[in-house]
């Protein structure tokens, strides 16, 4: 059983099109996040969805959206999208707070822009 | 502000190597710390943690120790196998966090291991 699932794997489309991510995690964690990895693998957090409330980390363009219809599910759309959007995509999750709190990924969507 | 400070890579060892990553950080207080481990073609995985000063957090034989003293938590293992080449994570919650969704990520190191 796969805990964290994103589709599709892989992403190839062109300049200007609008796109979707999906993730879904069955672990009932209470948080989800999507994190971006560059080419030197650096990762960096877009947003964090936690009961209803977003967190949104304010260098993301706004081309960037976050819908989540329920607690298992948080997808990531991509209007207008350009080159500099080829990366990694990963999706994550967790549960609660306390020291120590453990992220869960999923295994990525190569999205590639050209 | 808070951040986390890795070797860079790549490190190539040969099999039963001992292996050392080092990972410094900047933080006030006492953060959480984490190695998360990236398999190729994979997600990241929590490798190993530790949420106090002198904590050691163990898994899979890799070894690392919360040094306040010196911002430090460097990964070790005693013998290194080829299913161990991946990306290697450190990283850092902040103090007064407990939410994931404050975690600082290192740049990662690539480990890479011979037969």
């Known amino acids: 059983d796969t805990a964290v699932s994103q589709t599709p794997k892989y992403l190839v489309t062109q300049m200007g099109n609008d796109k979707s991510i999906k993730c879904e995690q069955n672990?009932?964690?209470?948080?989800m996040y999507w994190y971006k990895q560059d080419s030197k693998k650096f990762l960096k957090i877009m947003f964090s969805y936690n009961n209803k409330e977003l967190i949104i980390n304010e260098t993301v363009p706004n081309r960037f959206s976050p819908k989540s219809p329920d607690k298992a599910h948080l997808n990531l759309h991509i209007n207008s999208l350009e080159l500099g959007d080829s990366a990694v995509y990963f999706c994550?999750?967790?549960?609660?707070?306390?020291?120590?709190?453990?992220?869960?990924f999923g295994q990525g969507t190569r999205l590639t822009v050209v | 502000g808070n951040s986390v400070t890795q070797m860079e890579g790549p490190v190539t060892l040969s099999e039963e190597a001992f292996l050392t990553i080092n990972c410094t950080y900047t933080?006030?207080?006492?953060?959480?710390l984490f190695w998360y481990v990236q398999y190729p073609g994979e997600g990241l995985q929590l490798l190993l943690k530790?949420?106090?000063?002198?904590d050691k957090g163990s898994n899979k034989g890799f070894e690392a120790t919360y040094r306040k003293e010196t911002t430090s938590f460097h990964l070790e293992k005693g013998s290194v196998q080829v299913s161990d080449s991946a990306v290697y994570f450190c990283a850092l919650i902040p103090t007064g966090y407990s939410s994931a969704s404050k975690i600082i990520f290192g740049s990662g190191t690539r480990l890479s291991i011979r037969p």
């Open positions: 994550a999750s967790s549960q609660g707070g306390g020291r120590g709190t453990e992220a869960f």
């Open positions: 933080a006030t207080g006492y953060p959480s």
């Open positions: 530790a949420t106090k000063a002198d």
């Open positions: 672990l009932g964690h209470d948080t």
